[in-house]
C-alpha cells in the first residue's frame, strides 16, 4: 500500500518559496530566510516558536544543502509514471490549505490531479491547514490512514503489485 500526504507529482512546488526575495534571502539571510520557511509553513502566532523552528531547520539543513534542494526540487516530474502504480494508494490533503494565498492553489491542483492519474486511489481531504502531521491534526490523519491499513484487497492482487506500506510525506 502507499499512502501519499501533502505531496504531489513534481517538486516545484515542495517549498512554495519561488520568488526573487526569497531566492536573495537564502542567498544573503539564511537565519531570517529558515524564519519566512518557518512561518510559511506551520502559520504559528508566537514568534519565539517560529524562531526555534527555524533554528532546529538549520541544525538540520545546511544552506548550501538546502540551495542543492530547491534545485533539485524544480525538476522533478513524476505524472508520467503516475499511471504505472499497481498498489492500492490513499492520496491525503488539506485543501484549507490553499486558503493560505500565495501559490499554494496550485499545488492543491496538483494534488488532485496526481490522485486522479494513479489508478484507483482513494483522495481524502482533511479540515486544518497544518501540512506537518505532527504539529495539529494529528488524529484525523491517524483514522484515516488506520481504516485504509485495515482494509483488505477486494479479490485478486493487483498485477505486478507486491507487499507492504510506503508512506511519503
Known sequence: KLILYGTNYTGRSTVMLH???TEYLLESDWELF??????????????????TEAARIRES??????QRFLAAAGTWD???????????TLVVYRPEWADRGGTSRVAIDLTRAMAQAIPEARLVALGGTDLAPYVR????LLDVVTEFYGEREGGAKRAG?????AIIL
Open 61 to 66: 539543513v545546511s544552506r548550501e544543502a538546502m
Open 34 to 51: 529558515t524564519e519566512v520557511l518557518a512561518r510559511q509553513t506551520y502559520e504559528w502566532p508566537e514568534s519565539e516558536r517560529i524562531r
Open 78 to 88: 513524476v505524472s508520467p509514471m503516475l499511471s504505472e502504480v499497481k498498489c492500492p
Open 161 to 165: 503489485s507486491t507487499h507492504g506500506t
Open 19 to 21: 520568488d526573487v526575495t
Open 137 to 140: 491534526g494529528t488524529t484525523a
